[in-house]
Structure formats: structure tokens, C-alpha cells
């Protein structure tokens, strides 16, 4: 029995580790598709005002996307729909019928009134720009009020997707939005200008929601507008969803007013914070959204099942897997910050200073990077259980630290000749000018510090379960990534008298070799300290695999936490 049970867990955790792995593979295929795009973005533009622009224009419709579009989240309506469709196809149907119709209604009728908005907006929340700009960050906005529209659609198609297990329909969306954009980037551009660019961006929100609509019309869950709204299914999701609404709109207004003071400092300041934003993602995409999203579904129906022993045990190792990913990379970030922004980015007008001061925002964003990826997890884990209110509390606060300390920060940096030369000094960009843009991601990383913390904390007083095997994991994988950083900086050293770093190849070469080096040196200090992490890894792939491995040995120690 006990042996049936442990076979049980198991296959329950590799099937979390699997998914994770296939949404992990195509996360980082999006990500590598949307740094292209960012490539070409900084090989057309640079750091400038032009991308500074462009990247405004996104805030109000992104705004709307993550309040309005938050009411067809699948974080939200993934619980509701599987409790219905446990019950019946027919009620699953009709609850996603409804859903559908509050969406559009409401979504249609707040486009609406920020199109005719839009010039009163845009002013005050970029006041930097100059008259000519502000119309065209107005222009760009009104087209892109199409996209809050299309991805909420796509959400809705993806709660549908998921609840099926069709990780491969959902992981695949994102890479056709960013083939869209850089459809816009290559073949838009040269005619239409930026404006160009912005064609592509709807183009690509079409795709996203477009590659999961013959799945879920082959299930029959195509959704009909109706104006026969069931008041209380109704109800239920917009109050449940009220909490996650409000969260991001604190978190996305944190944002704006980071990039409302981007806009008064040097020119290309947003596009610096933008770029930097976009590369510490990537890393967040691969292993924090890939392990909240795979075990959402499993612990959404483990709760509605009552087993919380087996939901707390898999969101234990969810934990525990992102903690053992994320440090490491943390490291290779922080020590390879030259090399992956000059790889990734550093063509035509993208020049070393661009490098410099992106590579060093890049550096602070990234020293959040656990307590994102964790938060990722433990909002998925309250959602999971119906409860919004906990993390819409703590991301207030959090929003309020990241606004507080934007300010706060620019205030002294302006004011304190030391700070200013410890920043710069600390990241060695001292002699270049706009480095006043580094407060911004400090000011980020520090939310996320509290954010994360106050997560952590309260998820073990409302679940009453101490996550104490993510501690043992924290150290090991601690010392991994400190070997791993010394490693790959004492090669980097080594190689910068092999290679020319006036070249791509031998930028690349630098840093891909430095980092392979560091990170093999990793693994190895974690295999030898006797990871759990590095097992259950070789025991999950090893099953995707066909391999044949002894389950009660490799799962059996994932039963203590």
C-alpha cells in the first residue's frame, strides 16, 4: 500500500516536472524569438527617443489588458471551469458563454472611452515628452487598444486548452505573438514606419489566439455571445477576479510611474529599462512561469478534491525547483551581464554605452529574480484555493514600496554626489552619462524583495505548512551558483585575451564558454552535495524518455516535505 502510494506521488510530480520542462522549452523558444525582435529594435532604433515612444505607447492598453482582460484570466477562470466541466460538458459551456459575453461587453465599452481618452492620458503620464511625441505615443495607443481585446480572447480559449492537459497549445501562442512582431519589425517597417511595428504587434495577438481555436472547437467550447448572463456565475468571477484586477493594476501603475520619470531623464531612458526588463524575463518566463503554470492545474484539482497533503507537497517541490533553477542563473547573469546584452542586442545603432547602462540594469533587475519566480508560484498556489485577497494585499503593498522607492531614490541620487558614485562605481559605469536610469530597477527589485518575503511568510501561516525543504535546497543551490559565478568570471578573464571583442563571434564565444564552464562546475558541486533537485530531475526525464528508473527510490525522499 504504502509502495502503491509512493508510485502515486510520484507520477503525480514527474507529470508537474514534465509539463514544466515542455512549457520551460517553449517559453525559452518564445524568449530567444522575443529577443530577436528586441535585436532588431535596437539594431533599428538604438537607445532613442523613437523606441522610447514606442514602448510608451504600450502602458494605457497594457493597462487595460491586465485589469480588464485580468476578468478572463486563466489563473481566474481555470478553477471555475474545471469544477463545472467536472459536473458536466453543458455547464462548462454555458459558464464560458457567459464569461465570454461580460468580457466583451465590458473590454469593448472601456476601449472605447480611452481611444477618446487617450490625449488627456498620455500627457500626464509621460511628461518628458515634447508636443510631437505625445501625439505619437496617442496614435500608437489607439491601435493598440486591440490587443486587450484579442489576448483576453486568447485567454479564455487557453482556460480550455489547459483544463484539457494541451500544455503544447498554450506554450506555443506566445511564439506566434512574437513572430507577428517581428513580421512588423521586417516587412511593416520600412513602409509604414513604426506605426509598422504596431501593425505587427496586432498581428501577432491574432495568432496567439487563432493557433487554440480548432482545439477548442473541436471540444465544443467555442464561445457565443449571449445576453442571457447568469447574474451570479457572473458575480462570482468578477469578485473573484476583483482582488487580481486591482494587483496588477497596482503593479502595472508601479511600472508607469517608473517610466514617468524614465521620460524626464536622458533620451532613451525607457527603452534602457524596457530592454533590461525584457532579458531579466526571459530567465522569469523559462522557470518561474513554467512551474506556476504546470502545477496550477494539478493543484486546483487537488483542492477541489480536498487532498491538501499531496497540494502541499507538490507545491513544496514546485518551490524547491525554481529555487535550485534560479540561483544559479542569477549568478551567470550577473557575471555574464556584458556578453548576453552585447550578444543579444548590440548591432547597428546600439552602441557600448547602450550596452553598458542596459547590462547594468540588467544586473539589479536580476537579483529579484527568485522572489519573482516565487511569487509566480505562491499566487497560483492562493488562486488555486479561491483565495485572491491575500496577494492583492501584499502586491499593493509591494506596488506602493516600488513607487515610493522610484521617487525616493531619483530624489537621492540627484541630491547625493555618493550614492551617485557608489551606483555607478559598484556597477562600473561611472563615466558614462544617464545612469540615473539604474534607480528605476533598483526601485523594482526592491518590491519584489518585499513581495516576495511577505508571500512566503504568509502562505505558511494561511496553509499552517512550514516549506522547509526549499531551505536545504536554498543553500545547496547557494553554493552552486557562487561556484558557478567565480568560475565563469575567472574564465571570462582567461578568454578576453583569446578573443577579439570587437566581434560578435567572439563576444558570443566569451560568454557562452564562460557560462557552459561555470554552469558544469555548478551541477557538479550540486551532484556532489547529494541535490534532490538534480535526482528528481534525472528520474522525470528519464521516464519522458522511456528510460526505466526504481520510483520508490527516486520519489521516496520527496515524501518528508
Not at 98 to 114: D, E, K, Q
Amino acid at each position: 500500500m504504502v509502495n502503491k502510494l509512493i508510485k502515486l506521488i510520484h507520477r503525480e510530480i514527474a507529470g508537474i516536472h514534465q509539463a514544466a520542462y515542455i512549457l520551460g522549452i517553449f517559453a525559452l523558444s518564445s524568449q530567444l524569438l522575443g529577443l530577436f525582435r528586441d535585436r532588431l529594435l535596437a539594431g533599428f532604433f538604438g537607445a532613442s527617443r523613437t523606441l522610447d515612444i514606442y514602448y510608451a505607447a504600450f502602458r494605457v492598453p497594457d493597462f487595460l489588458f491586465l485589469t480588464v482582460a485580468s476578468i478572463v484570466s486563466l489563473s481566474v477562470l481555470l478553477p471555475f471551469f474545471v469544477e463545472r466541466l467536472t459536473d458536466s460538458p453543458e455547464r462548462a459551456k454555458l459558464f464560458l458563454d457567459r464569461a465570454f459575453s461580460a468580457f466583451f461587453m465590458i473590454v469593448i465599452g472601456l476601449s472605447v472611452v480611452a481611444y477618446f481618452a487617450m490625449p488627456y492620458v498620455v500627457p500626464y503620464v509621460f511628461p518628458g515628452f515634447q508636443t510631437g511625441e505625445l501625439d505619437q505615443v496617442v496614435s500608437l495607443s489607439r491601435l493598440l487598444l486591440l490587443s486587450p481585446i484579442l489576448l483576453g480572447i486568447s485567454n479564455l480559449f487557453a482556460a480550455v486548452t489547459q483544463a484539457y492537459q494541451r500544455f503544447l497549445l498554450y506554450a506555443i501562442s506566445p511564439l506566434l505573438y512574437n513572430v507577428g512582431i517581428i513580421a512588423g519589425v521586417l516587412f511593416l517597417y520600412p513602409t509604414f514606419g513604426i506605426t509598422g511595428v504596431v501593425y505587427g504587434v496586432i498581428a501577432g495577438a491574432v495568432l496567439h489566439a487563432a493557433v487554440q481555436v480548432p482545439f477548442v472547437v473541436s471540444k465544443g467550447f467555442f464561445p457565443r455571445f449571449t445576453l442571457g448572463w447568469n447574474v451570479p456565475d457572473v458575480r462570482r468571477v468578477l469578485f473573484t477576479s476583483a482582488p487580481r484586477r486591482i494587483a496588477l493594476s497596482i503593479n502595472h501603475i508601479a511600472i508607469i510611474f517608473l517610466l514617468s520619470i524614465a521620460s524626464l531623464m536622458a533620451e532613451g531612458s525607457i527603452a534602457i529599462f524596457q530592454f533590461s526588463f525584457n532579458l531579466q524575463s526571459v530567465s522569469l518566463s523559462i522557470i518561474g512561469a513554467s512551474y506556476s503554470v504546470a502545477a496550477f492545474p494539478a493543484l486546483t484539482r487537488l483542492f477541489s478534491k480536498g487532498d491538501m497533503p499531496t497540494f502541499l507537497r507538490q507545491f513544496t517541490t514546485a518551490a524547491r525547483h525554481i529555487v535550485f533553477w534560479a540561483l544559479p542563473l542569477t549568478a551567470l547573469f550577473i557575471v555574464l551581464r556584458a556578453q548576453i546584452v552585447r550578444t543579444v542586442l548590440g548591432s547597428g545603432r546600439f552602441d557600448w554605452a547602450d550596452t553598458r547602462l542596459t547590462a547594468a540594469a540588467l544586473a539589479i533587475f536580476i537579483v529579484s529574480l527568485v522572489f519573482q519566480a516565487l511569487m509566480l508560484l505562491f499566487v497560483r498556489g492562493y488562486f488555486a484555493v479561491g483565495n485572491t485577497r491575500t496577494p492583492f494585499w501584499i502586491n499593493i503593498f509591494s506596488g506602493a514600496v516600488i513607487v515610493v522607492s522610484g521617487f525616493g531614490l531619483w530624489y537621492l541620487f540627484e541630491a547625493s554626489a555618493v550614492f551617485r558614485s557608489a551606483l555607478g562605481g559598484i556597477l562600473r559605469v561611472s563615466d558614462l552619462d544617464g545612469i540615473a536610469v539604474l534607480v528605476l530597477p533598483l526601485a523594482y527589485t526592491l518590491g519584489f524583495l518585499v513581495n516576495g518575503a511577505l508571500l512566503w511568510f504568509f502562505f505558511e501561516r494561511d496553509f499552517g505548512h512550514r516549506i522547509q525543504g526549499v531551505f536545504s535546497s536554498f543553500w545547496q543551490s547557494l553554493a552552486g551558483a557562487t561556484l558557478t559565478g567565480v568560475t565563469a568570471y575567472g574564465v571570462l578573464q582567461v578568454l578576453s585575451t583569446v578573443f577579439d571583442l570587437n566581434t560578435f563571434i567572439g563576444i558570443f564565444l566569451q560568454g557562452a564558454i564562460a557560462g557552459c564552464v561555470g554552469a558544469s562546475v555548478g551541477l557538479g558541486v550540486l551532484w556532489s552535495l547529494g541535490s534532490r533537485e538534480l535526482a528528481e530531475l534525472y528520474s522525470s526525464l528519464s521516464r519522458r524518455f522511456g528510460r526505466k528508473t526504481n520510483v520508490v527510490t527516486a520519489g521516496a525522499e520527496t515524501l518528508e516535505n
